[in-house]
């Protein structure tokens, strides 16, 4: 081999070897070095201690007292109800996230409000919003204000 082509193949090694120290990290499209370690990163919606687990959270689901999205109603009218709330929740200015996706369940005319929400006054509009549809008197807000 010429100097040329040594010094040529020493550079090339050289990238491969500095460039495999890298790796892509999927969840966040950022490139991080390779550790023993895994890199993780943390979201808005993450708890304080960093654990997005919100099973204990859930538990209320469980006792069977509380309406959840496979309790609701199977009539047209069930379906057109929660179908038109959630239209008007999705063109409320303004919402967060989670204000956007609560859970909307109505069952026998009767509809039900769950999940997290940014403020009072996010609470507030989305209920308004629902009460518009389904009327004043069949709306439970179990809105919860983060």
């Keep these: 081999m010429n ?54 959270r859930n538990t209320v689901d469980r006792d069977h007292n509380t309406l959840t999205p496979t309790d609701q109603g199977k009539s047209q009218a069930d379906i057109n109800t929660t179908q038109e709330i959630r239209k008007k929740v999705m063109h409320l200015k303004n919402l967060s996230v989670n204000g956007q996706n609560v859970k909307i369940i109505t069952l026998n005319g009767n509809v039900t409000l769950r999940g997290p929400v940014e403020s009072t006054e996010e609470k507030n509009r989305i209920e308004k919003a629902a009460q518009k549809i389904a009327g004043a008197t069949n ?5 919860e204000v983060k």
Excluded: C, F, M, W
């Design 3 to 56: 100097t040329k082509t040594k010094i040529l193949a020493a550079a090339l090694a050289t990238s491969l070897v500095s460039l495999s120290v890298y790796a892509e990290d999927p969840a966040d499209a950022r490139l991080h070095p390779r550790s023993t370690t895994p890199t993780t990163t943390s979201s808005s919606n993450d708890q304080k201690d960093g654990n997005a687990d919100n099973t204990s």
């Design 139 to 143: 709306v439970s807000n179990q809105l």
